[in-house]
């Protein structure tokens, strides 16, 4: 009888909020025109995302006014995101460590060399 895998955050678990998620984790905060940038993503992409990250009380915002200009965005984990967060990597190399043994080696999981 085989045991069941235990599941990933399906919020997480989609490659932008993901990315959001990590960025955020090790960055503190960010505004959202850095998020874009280091991301690529539309405006309308990245606040789909931003809105069920923060709708799931996994991210906060708060204006702060700038030397020029208009007052710019600024992005954080909140506990239950940074938790959520530290859960879902936590779960992901449960998943890795899950694998037989007899399994391809984690180091073919690289990516193919670029040429």
Same mark, same amino acid.
């Given at each position: 009888?085989? =045991?069941?895998?235990?599941?990933?955050?399906?919020?997480?678990?989609?490659?932008?909020? =993901?990315?959001?998620?990590?960025?955020?984790?090790? !960055?503190?905060?960010?505004?959202?025109?850095?998020? *874009?940038?280091?991301?690529? $993503?539309?405006?309308?992409?990245?606040? @789909?995302?931003?809105? *069920?990250?923060?709708? &799931?009380?996994? $991210?906060?915002?708060? !204006?702060?006014?700038? %030397?020029?200009? !208009?007052? @710019?965005?600024?992005?954080?984990?909140?506990?239950?995101?940074?938790?959520?967060? &530290?859960?879902? $990597?936590?779960?992901?190399?449960?998943?890795?460590?899950?694998?037989?043994?007899?399994? @391809? %080696? @984690? &180091?073919?999981?690289?990516?193919?060399?670029?040429?």
């Amino acid at each position: 009888m085989s =045991t069941a895998l235990p599941s990933l955050d399906p919020l997480l678990h989609q490659p932008v909020r =993901t990315q959001i998620a990590a960025y955020l984790a090790g !960055r503190g905060e960010t505004t959202f025109a850095e998020l *874009k940038r280091v991301l690529g $993503v539309t405006d309308g992409n990245l606040d @789909a995302h931003l809105g *069920k990250l923060t709708e &799931a009380g996994y $991210v906060e915002s708060r !204006r702060e006014a700038q %030397p020029v200009g !208009r007052p @710019a965005t600024v992005f954080s984990l909140t506990n239950t995101g940074r938790q959520s967060f &530290a859960a879902y $990597v936590a779960t992901l190399s449960t998943l890795l460590s899950a694998a037989p043994q007899d399994a @391809a %080696p @984690a &180091a073919s999981l690289d990516p193919l060399p670029s040429h």
